[in-house]
């Protein structure tokens, strides 16, 4: 999974069933097989709908024919801070599966950019895969979002305390990867990968994220739930 929490955050009721009757249909005719979906981890149709035209996390090129693919583009964001001469990367330790599941899995703060307009589906539009894509809000923008959404950091609290490694960001895109969430559904995933050192470790306003010891922590935001961790850089998995 990409997200630490992908619960539906609305009922299935509330989505348009005629315009998700047709979406539906328009995966079929792409040589999708949604049967399975729903079930064992796996994401519904449903999910992808409200994913796709509600949350506007990501769009749908070609949809309805056969050179369907889903594009998301996300922030990876490396939180790194000293703790007794040893550099340590912020980590969840605890993840929220679709199906209520709740599994061990090490990861970083990430969230999916939000789409401003559509595409048209021109599935060869050079800007689907632009770390400046217009098409998107910009990952400065996402950035600043996944870290009060996820840790409850406002935007003040990371001018204050964070400091951006501006030669650690990377670009890259991951092309033709078969979605876990969506079985079957081919994805373009375009991430930028940020790194902020947290500065003053000692500062009493860092005490929320773990710090100066590096202890665990636990935060909730609606529908998102995470338990964090600073692990060492050496055995980070990102």
Same mark, same amino acid.
């Given at each position: 999974?990409?997200?630490?929490? *992908?619960?539906?955050? @609305?009922?299935?009721?509330?989505?348009?069933?005629? %315009? #998700?009757?047709?979406? $539906?249909?328009?995966? !079929?005719?792409?040589?999708?097989?949604?049967?399975?979906?729903?079930?064992?981890?796996?994401?519904?149709?449903?999910?992808?709908?409200?994913?796709?035209?509600?949350?506007?996390?990501?769009?749908?090129?070609?949809?309805?024919?056969?050179?369907?693919?889903?594009?998301?583009?996300?922030?990876?964001?490396?939180?790194?801070?000293?703790?007794?001469?040893?550099?340590?990367?912020?980590?969840?330790?605890?993840?929220?599966?679709? *199906?209520?599941?709740? @599994?061990?899995?090490?990861?970083?703060?990430?969230? %999916? #950019?939000?789409?401003? $307009?559509?595409?048209? !589906?021109?599935?060869?539009?050079?800007?689907?895969?632009?770390?400046?894509?217009?098409?998107?809000?910009?990952?400065?923008?996402?950035?600043?979002?996944?870290?009060?959404?996820?840790?409850?950091?406002?935007?003040?609290?990371?001018?204050?305390?964070?400091?951006?490694?501006?030669?650690?960001?990377?670009?890259?895109?991951?092309?033709?990867?078969?979605?876990?969430?969506?079985?079957?559904?081919?994805?373009?995933?375009?991430?930028?990968?940020?790194?902020?050192?947290?500065?003053?470790?000692?500062?009493?306003?860092?005490?929320?994220?773990?710090?100066?010891?590096?202890?665990?922590?636990?935060?909730?935001?609606?529908?998102?739930?995470?338990?964090?961790?600073?692990?060492?850089?050496?055995?980070?998995?990102?």
């Amino acid at each position: 999974t990409l997200s630490l929490h *992908d619960a539906l955050p @609305i009922s299935s009721t509330k989505l348009n069933p005629e %315009k #998700l009757s047709i979406f $539906k249909e328009q995966l !079929n005719k792409g040589g999708i097989d949604t049967s399975l979906w729903g079930v064992n981890g796996r994401k519904s149709v449903d999910h992808l709908f409200w994913e796709t035209f509600e949350q506007r996390g990501c769009i749908i090129a070609g949809l309805g024919t056969s050179r369907l693919k889903r594009v998301t583009h996300l922030v990876k964001i490396n939180l790194l801070a000293e703790i007794f001469g040893v550099t340590h990367v912020l980590q969840s330790r605890l993840q929220f599966q679709y *199906d209520g599941q709740i @599994i061990e899995r090490l990861e970083v703060p990430l969230r %999916k #950019l939000l789409w401003s $307009k559509d595409v048209n !589906n021109d599935i060869e539009n050079p800007e689907l895969q632009s770390p400046t894509s217009s098409f998107t809000e910009s990952w400065r923008t996402g950035v600043a979002n996944a870290l009060h959404d996820r840790l409850g950091l406002s935007l003040q609290w990371q001018l204050t305390h964070l400091e951006e490694d501006v030669h650690a960001y990377h670009f890259k895109i991951e092309d033709d990867v078969e979605s876990d969430g969506y079985p079957g559904l081919n994805t373009m995933y375009c991430i930028h990968q940020i790194s902020f050192n947290v500065v003053e470790i000692e500062s009493a306003g860092v005490q929320c994220i773990g710090l100066p010891l590096g202890q665990e922590f636990a935060t909730a935001e609606g529908e998102f739930n995470f338990t964090g961790q600073l692990e060492e850089i050496g055995r980070a998995h990102v």
